[in-house]
């Protein structure tokens, strides 16, 4: 493991793009400023008095220019940020009217940007649904088995709507963040809003609508802007690398392809692949749902001229990594109560020494990142790989929150790795997205952890920035684009090993 976990020295290629991401529920607040309608977000958060809101976060509706001035002292040259729905369509309908302040926001916030050399990487959908499609239509819910789905449509409206105002200068449109956990935590486990508990059936129905939600939008694009606009669209898609536990043993191999199927494969398969879900992830659900005595599986099809539709949808492969698991296999599993995770029939666990962090789901483990990207290129047929995210947490009362090491050592390993993927194994990787530019609002763990490379103090009423060690380290990197023989970050790193 050594040689595996030594540092490989050399660059990227000049084109390499280093950037880093945020979310707009996690930054912006401004939640009912001029007529933004509430996202199931703004629902949740405002449930119980308890609870973080987003109603001010960092307050970047009024103060992106500085956040502008963070990226510019990076050396940044792009920056991954997402367009509230409601922000711009109150109800999530055009018909219903649109908030021109909420268009003049993000026209005004990628015109800043632009004016920095900074260009903008806009994702459509980050989680904050408008709450009226939600009780309108039961949101991903909505009508999951027809061709004529409202959802899809309303979606593919909102979308129009960015490329027809936004698609003179964003040239890179990613449709959704994270369709895993939309599906799996908003409609199937049900912790996420709008809490739809259903874990037999509600993420598989949820992420089929959200599948045909981006190829319509990808089709619009395609049809109606790329001539004229000429960027590029895709979907960001989170995968947990799963690693075999017993390398050795055929079935635990099959157990942790089996587990990266039902995670990436989910999504990516039909979209990069054939326009349909994994056989394995096929087969499995058949067998599960014929031993359930249901008459079908609990896993929706997709029409013929579907799979037509949505097979190769994406210009790039747009990915979020941010940890491992050690997957063996737990032989079939029969219940009454099934759930996404007894379906995969796996076992997960995680190897003793991997670096902890305060999310019991996140271990550090820079070396999945390599072998992710190369299942991604063998698999997908060697796409252009855009790193979306990558991140570490840090408990909100760590002591040393501005000296942040670890996130030093993560971000470190995580891009060497990277790089490794690039000049070892020739994955066509072309930019790695540090999550986050500033600490947010980290959803239901609220403002207890934080994820940037900038300090956000949110006691602070002008929700001051101040740089994080982690933040010089990025620039360096940057600056050296990143691990060049002979420099002082060479020898820096050297020393820290
Ligand atoms: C990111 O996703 C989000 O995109 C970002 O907005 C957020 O700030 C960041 O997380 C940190 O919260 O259920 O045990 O199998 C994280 C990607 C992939 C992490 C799925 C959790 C499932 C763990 N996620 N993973 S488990």
Redesign the pocket.
């Known amino acids: 493991d050594k040689e595996r976990d030594a540092l490989l020295k050399g660059t990227f290629p000049q084109d390499f793009i280093w950037s880093s991401?945020t979310?707009a529920y996690?930054i912006e607040g401004a939640w009912n400023v001029s007529d933004k309608g509430p996202s199931v977000w703004d629902t949740l958060a405002h449930q119980d008095n308890n609870r973080d809101t987003g109603d001010v976060a960092c307050d970047s509706y009024h103060k992106y220019p500085a956040d502008i001035q963070l990226m510019k002292q990076m050396g940044l040259k792009y920056y991954r940020f997402s367009i509230s729905w409601p922000r711009i369509f109150p109800t999530g309908e055009q018909q219903d009217g649109v908030n021109q302040d909420g268009v003049d926001y993000y026209n005004n916030l990628i015109n800043e940007l632009k004016a920095n050399d900074i260009e903008p990487m806009v994702t459509l959908f980050?989680?904050d649904l408008p709450q009226a499609l939600q009780d309108r239509y039961g949101g991903f819910l909505n009508n999951h088995t027809t061709n004529t789905t409202v959802i899809h449509d309303l979606f593919g409206d909102y979308a129009r709507f960015c490329y027809q105002n936004f698609g003179d200068r964003v040239k890179y449109w990613i449709t959704f963040?994270?369709p895993?956990?939309i599906a799996?935590?908003g409609y199937g486990?049900g912790n996420f809003p709008p809490k739809h508990r259903d874990p037999a059936e509600g993420q598989y129905k949820a992420a089929h609508n959200i599948i045909l939600s981006h190829a319509k939008a990808y089709h619009i694009y395609d049809d109606e802007f790329r001539a004229a606009q000429g960027g590029q669209v895709s979907i960001?898609l989170?995968?947990?690398w799963g690693d075999p536990k017993y390398p050795d043993d055929p079935d635990t191999v099959e157990a942790a392809e089996r587990y990266v199927q039902f995670?990436v494969g989910w999504f990516a398969h039909a979209i990069y692949k054939n326009g349909d879900y994994p056989d394995v992830m096929k087969a499995t659900m058949a067998r599960k749902g014929r031993e359930e005595g249901r008459n079908s599986s609990r896993l929706p099809e997709f029409t013929p001229e579907q799979k037509a539709y949505i097979n190769r949808t994406s210009d790039f492969f747009a990915l979020?990594y941010?940890?491992t698991?050690e997957v063996a296999d737990s032989g079939h599993i029969v219940t009454e109560n099934p759930n996404y995770?007894s379906d995969m029939d796996v076992e997960?666990g995680h190897a003793a020494d991997w670096p902890q962090t305060p999310?019991?789901?996140?271990y550090t483990v820079p070396w999945g990142i390599r072998k992710l990207l190369g299942f991604i290129r063998d698999e997908y047929g060697d796409p252009d790989v855009y790193i979306t995210?990558n991140?570490r947490?840090d408990h909100d009362r760590d002591p040393a929150i501005l000296m942040d090491m670890d996130r030093i050592c993560s971000y470190m390993m995580h891009t060497n790795e990277v790089m490794k993927a690039y000049s070892l194994d020739n994955v066509k990787v072309k930019a790695f997205t540090a999550?986050?530019l500033m600490d947010?609002y980290?959803?239901l763990?609220g403002y207890t952890?934080r994820?940037g490379l900038y300090y956000v103090d949110f006691n602070d009423p002008d929700r001051t920035r101040y740089p994080k060690a982690s933040s010089v380290f990025y620039k360096q990197l940057v600056r050296n684009n990143g691990y060049p023989e002979g420099s002082d970050f060479t020898k820096y790193v050297e020393n820290m090993w």
């Not at 999310?359 to 996140?362: E, N």
Request: hydrophobic share 45%; glycine share 6%.
């Open positions: 991401a979310a996690q980050h989680w963040n994270d895993w956990i799996l935590e486990i960001a989170s995968c947990d995670f979020n941010y940890t698991v995770f997960k999310f019991t789901w996140l995210e991140g947490p999550w986050s947010g980290e959803w763990p952890v994820f």
